[in-house]
């Protein structure tokens, strides 16, 4: 019975590690989309660079 239990235990540890480190990467991706956006050469790109992190945003919020 311990051995079961301590299976099970594990396997909710690494599940909760891999939710976390998704988390931290899907919180990370509007901040790096809007630096992105801020080397851009003409207004087009910016405004094309701004939209994805405003749906990145969206995304994150949804969820």
Known sequence: MNVV???NFQSILFLKKNLI???S????????NYA????????KDFSHKMSIAAKECVSITIV
């Open 5 to 7: 239990y301590l299976t």
């Open 21 to 23: 480190d998704q988390l």
């Open 25 to 32: 990467r899907s919180v990370t991706w509007p901040t790096l």
């Open 36 to 43: 992105e956006a801020q080397s851009v050469e003409s207004a």
